[in-house]
Every structure is written in C-alpha cells, then in structure tokens.
C-alpha cells in the first residue's frame, strides 16, 4: 500500500471534520438511523456502526484519544442550548 503525506493542518481539520459528523450522528440517533437505512438500503449499518468508523478513521490523526474506540462509552450528544 503506498503511504500518503498529509499536512498537519489538514489532518487536524479532517479530524474536527469527523468528530463533528460523529457529534451530529449522536445527535438524533432515531431520525437519523432512519435515514441512514434508507440510504444504505440496509439495516445492518446504523449510526453506531457509522459513529465507530468515524471515530476510527479521526483516531489516526489525532482526533481522539482512542476512547471512543478501546473503553467506555462516550456521549457525542451537542449540548442544548
């Protein structure tokens, strides 16, 4: 596999870019479930399978710290207000 360079401002982006698309799928999990099926045409991807892979793709760049893959749960829900 060839590797790839990335500049280090455009990984930190990425990463905001994929916690936020893991924030928002957190964030009304039945409507957006719903739509997500609809989309894939299947239910077996859900918005848990798809917050995981997001997490997983951001961990790499420095997203996260892993939790969100290797321990506990964590709430990805946008505060209110």
């Known amino acids: 596999m060839p590797s790839m ?3 280090p ?17 957190a964030s ?17 991807y859900g918005t848990q399978q798809l917050q995981g892979d997001l997490h997983r793709f951001a961990f790499p760049l420095g997203g996260n710290d892993g939790e969100p893959l290797f321990g506990g749960e964590q709430d990805l829900t946008p505060p209110r207000g």
């Open 5 to 7: 360079s990335l500049d």
């Open 9 to 25: 401002a455009d990984a930190a982006e990425l990463a905001e870019l994929l916690q936020f698309l893991a924030s928002w799928a």
């Open 28 to 44: 009304d999990p039945s409507r957006l479930g719903a739509s997500l099926q609809a989309h894939t045409g299947h239910h077996a």
